[in-house]
């Protein structure tokens, strides 16, 4: 089944513990996204990929650092988590030309105490 | 930074009803997509528009890109209770290597 996985599903941790938000496409996309869902903000991209070893920063990407070393995974490292990036992230792939079109996977429900 | 606005934030109808979901900006997009939310759940790919003054149909949902490439909307005929979600328009933005900038979303709600 074509997917894109995120894990942990849900993580509450402490202000200044660092993290990782692991991400993994079995689509063989060449782009993938990290982004984050607030209320009354939307979603807002944080970092993006066009494939290994590219990456770029999107609109909010303060206090997250990502890699991509492989094409199936683009994980998410927080160094030192602070409350506000208590927040909803959401990974998501996509291949195209012209356009991408984005697959996103299941949502992480992070909390930072 | 490009901003999508979307309106209304929140919407109400009756189960048989129409309804349009509107999509706006300043800024010009290579390309606009909307996506559907459910709760608990990432977004889901309903459609990607192109061309300015492009129309798609998906069953009983139109989706139409303005003639500059700045706006979008969404049509819902017949609206079911189905059809009740979060949806959320997206621009992709060539400029900066594919950058993609989401509107707020609207929030439907289709009562039987």
Known sequence: EAQVTQNPRYLITVTGKKLTVTCSQNMNHEYMSWYRQDPGLGLRQIYYSMNVEVTDKGDVPEGYKVSRKEKRNFPLILESPSPNQTSLYFCASGSGGTFYEQYFGPGTRLTVT | ?112
């Open chain 2, 1 to 112: 930074t490009q901003l999508l606005e979307q309106s209304p934030q929140f919407l109400s109808i009756q189960e048989g009803e129409n309804l349009t979901v509107y999509c706006n900006s300043s800024s010009v997009f290579s390309s606009l997509q909307w996506y559907r939310q459910e709760p608990g759940e990432g977004p889901v790919l309903l459609v990607t528009v192109v061309t300015g003054g492009e129309v798609k149909k998906l069953k009983r949902l139109t989706f139409q890109f303005g003639d500059a490439r700045k706006d979008s909307s969404l049509h819902i005929t017949a609206a079911q209770p189905g059809d009740t979600g979060l949806y959320l328009c997206a621009g992709e933005s060539d400029n900066y290597g594919q950058n993609f900038v989401f509107g707020p979303g609207t929030r439907l709600s289709v009562l039987p």
